[in-house]
Structures are given as structure tokens and as C-alpha cells.
């Protein structure tokens, strides 16, 4: 959800963090490259372009599972805040209950009409409930505009 999150926010969080450009050898599931190994530190996020496989936004501990391979592209640390990580989980929580199929908010229409039955979405946002956004950029949007980069 942080890649998409990022992408989102058009904000990678990377302004005065290291960025390394090169040949980059990904084996056994982690980045072999000493000065990556030097930088990076327990926890810290960063993203990898330029990859076939593996391009996106992690976190450095030790359940770090990339795909092997080797790439040229970039790996550049992050330095997410701490309120950016809370929005996030925030989010996929949100997305698990209201979008998925079995959800009422999946449903392209605002309202229907058949056989006497018919109902009206709401069309207000609300984080809770879910209703009114269809997306949750739309529910999580005034919590976004703070981090967002035009």
C-alpha cells in the first residue's frame, strides 16, 4: 500500500536521503551491493526503479523477499514519517472492508430501482462508513493534501 500510496502523493519521501544508480544484483531475496549495505539502516524504507521484477517501495529488516535478478536502475532511502505509516495502514484497512466484491461500495451505481426496491447512496464522505467515495483517495483526501507534492 506505500508504493501506492506514494504514487498517490506523488511524495517518495527521499529529499536528503541517499540515492544509489547503477548495476544492481538483487540474490537470496535481498539487494547485494555494499554501499546500499552500508547506508541503509535496520528498518528504513526505499525504493527500487528500474527493476523488471521488483520495483516499489520496502522496508530493510529481515523479511525482505525480492525476486532475484539483476537490474539497472536506482535504489533511493526514504524517511516516511510516522503519521504517513499510520495513514497507510489506515488505508488498507479501510480498502479491505469497502473494496472488495461482497462490498455494497463496489457497486458502480449511486442508486438503483427495481421490482419496488430502491435505494440512494449516501453522498457525503465517511471514513467510517464508507460511504459517498467510491475511492479511497476521495475518503482519505483531506489527510493526503497535507503530504501531497503538485
Same mark, same amino acid.
Given at each position: 500500500?506505500?508504493? *501506492?500510496?506514494?504514487? *498517490?502523493?506523488?511524495?517518495?519521501? #527521499?529529499? #536528503?536521503? @541517499? %540515492?544509489? %544508480?547503477?548495476?544492481?544484483? =538483487?540474490?537470496?531475496?535481498?539487494?547485494?551491493? +555494499?554501499?546500499? =549495505?552500508?547506508?541503509?539502516?535496520?528498518?528504513?524504507?526505499?525504493? =527500487?526503479?528500474?527493476?523488471?521484477?521488483? #520495483?516499489?517501495?520496502?522496508?530493510?529488516? *529481515?523479511?525482505?523477499?525480492?525476486?532475484?535478478?539483476?537490474?539497472?536502475? /536506482?535504489?533511493?532511502? !526514504?524517511?516516511?514519517? &510516522? *503519521?504517513?505509516?499510520?495513514?497507510?495502514?489506515?488505508?488498507?484497512?479501510?480498502? +479491505?472492508?469497502?473494496?472488495?466484491?461482497? &462490498?455494497?461500495? !463496489?457497486? @458502480?451505481?449511486? /442508486?438503483?430501482?427495481?421490482?419496488?426496491? /430502491?435505494?440512494?447512496?449516501?453522498?457525503?464522505?465517511? /471514513?467510517?462508513?464508507?460511504?459517498? &467515495?467510491?475511492?479511497?483517495?476521495?475518503?482519505?483526501?483531506?489527510?493526503?493534501?497535507?503530504?501531497?507534492?503538485?
Amino acid at each position: 500500500m506505500l508504493s *501506492e500510496l506514494c504514487r *498517490e502523493l506523488r511524495n517518495w519521501f #527521499d529529499r #536528503d536521503q @541517499p %540515492h544509489l %544508480h547503477g548495476a544492481f544484483e =538483487i540474490s537470496n531475496g535481498t539487494i547485494v551491493d +555494499q554501499d546500499f =549495505i552500508d547506508i541503509i539502516k535496520p528498518n528504513q524504507y526505499f525504493r =527500487i526503479t528500474g527493476s523488471i521484477f521488483n #520495483d516499489g517501495v520496502y522496508k530493510y529488516d *529481515e523479511q525482505l523477499e525480492l525476486q532475484d535478478e539483476l537490474f539497472v536502475g /536506482s535504489v533511493n532511502l !526514504m524517511a516516511v514519517p &510516522s *503519521e504517513v505509516l499510520s495513514l497507510s495502514d489506515d488505508i488498507d484497512t479501510w480498502k +479491505q472492508k469497502y473494496m472488495n466484491p461482497d &462490498s455494497e461500495a !463496489m457497486s @458502480p451505481f449511486n /442508486s438503483e430501482s427495481f421490482g419496488g426496491y /430502491s435505494y440512494s447512496k449516501s453522498g457525503g464522505r465517511n /471514513s467510517d462508513s464508507g460511504s459517498g &467515495s467510491s475511492s479511497w483517495q476521495g475518503v482519505f483526501a483531506s489527510q493526503l493534501n497535507r503530504w501531497r507534492k503538485i
